[in-house]
C-alpha cells in the first residue's frame, strides 16, 4: 500500500541553548552551524543518519528516519548526549511527538493528471504543471496532502499517522479508478 519515506518529530529541552557551542562540544560525526545561512545547529549522530535541527529556544526537529524506531532511538540518543553535557536533566520530558509521516505510493499505472485535476475538483486540487510536474490534492476528508505524478507515482504526507496516509491513498485509488476508466 504505502512505504514509510520519512518520518519527522519535534521536541522541547525547556532550556535556551548556546547551540554554536553546543555543536563543538557534540563528540559526533556531523554537526554544523552556519548563523549566516541559518539559525539552526544540525547534528548527525551517526553517519548519513537522521537529522537533528537544534534552536536556540531549545526545541529542536528530527527528520530522515524511515521507522518510528528510529525516530524514538534518534531522540533517545540525543536526550543521552544531552544528560552528559549537564544540560538537561535525565526526568525532562521533552513532549516529544511525531509532527510527520512523509509515504510513497504507486498505483501502478499512468494517470492524465489533466483530467484527474477535473474529475477530483477544483477546489481540492492544484495543478500548474508549468510551475511543478506533480497534481496537488487536498481531501476534505483527510488531513494530508497527495502528490500525483503523471506515471502514478503519489507521495502523502501532512499526518502523523501512517493509517491515514493509508486511507488517504486507497481513496484516491478509488477515485482515479471511477474517474479515469
Do not use: W
Request: hydrophobic content about 40%; charged content about 20%; proline content about 5%.
Amino acid at each position: 500500500m504505502v512505504s514509510i519515506a520519512n518520518i519527522v518529530g519535534s521536541g522541547s529541552l525547556n532550556v535556551e541553548l548556546d547551540v554554536e557551542q553546543l555543536g563543538a562540544d557534540l563528540d559526533v560525526p556531523y554537526t554544523e552551524y552556519d548563523p549566516e545561512n541559518y539559525h539552526g545547529l544540525y547534528v548527525r549522530l551517526v553517519e548519513g543518519g537522521p537529522l537533528i535541527t537544534v534552536y536556540r529556544s531549545g526545541k529542536y526537529i528530527i527528520s530522515g528516519c524511515s521507522t518510528f524506531e528510529e525516530l524514538a532511538d534518534t531522540n533517545e540518543k540525543f536526550l543521552e548526549h544531552l544528560i552528559e553535557f549537564g544540560i538537561i536533566d535525565s526526568d525532562l520530558d521533552p513532549g516529544f511527538t511525531v509532527q510527520n509521516v512523509v509515504c510513497t505510493a504507486d498505483l501502478g499505472h499512468s494517470v492524465n493528471l489533466n483530467a484527474l485535476a477535473i474529475g477530483l475538483g477544483l477546489e481540492a486540487v492544484e495543478y500548474e504543471p508549468e510551475q511543478f510536474p506533480g497534481l496537488v490534492y487536498r481531501p476534505t476528508e483527510f488531513p494530508t496532502v497527495l502528490l500525483l505524478f503523471a506515471n502514478g507515482k503519489v507521495v502523502v504526507t501532512g499526518d502523523p499517522e501512517v493509517q491515514i496516509a493509508e486511507e488517504a491513498f486507497s481513496n484516491l485509488e478509488s477515485q482515479v479508478d471511477d474517474l479515469l476508466e
